[in-house]
């Protein structure tokens, strides 16, 4: 089974929606490093909380995109705007529709 | 934006690999009731924790769907297997990879 990961972050009041674009515009360049799905959500009952949900063809794949270049700027760049306040489960994926 | 929803249930020790059989087979109908992702995973830190990922056009498409003969066939098979421990979470859709 491929690899998946459904983590939450909390940014600073003000700066969710420039994080999630910094998270889409990183997004761009996973296909060609094993993702096949990367999905960014803002939560509905606060202005804070970003959720992503990844699925990677391992979770090998899914450790060596945090080296990437343009990964390791995005997460440069979002740091100062987030609480520090994570959470991550790892999964492993049965299977779905959309896939 | 789109509908987004990350939901976790547990299911009673030796159930979750037939819970996340019966949540698969009802996902196979729920591209047409306007479902473009539905994602079924098995937490890696235990044994009995299913998370499911799901993206709709609309939040009237997902709560529709509910109401469906084979999505209520699935829940009320699935239920005596479940503890009862459920989160949900609500999203707006930002985008991704993989949509």
Redesign the interface.
Known sequence: ?TY?C?ASMKTKPGFRDEV?SL??GA??G??GAG???????????DEVT??V?E?WRSKEHHDASLTRTDARTAIGRAMPMLTGDFTK???????????
């Open positions: 089974m998946g459904i999630a998270l889409l997004a761009d996973l296909r993702c096949d799905l990367y999905l960014v959500g803002l939560a509905d009952d970003i959720w949900t699925v489960q790892e999964l492993s994926v049965a299977g779905g529709l959309g896939l």
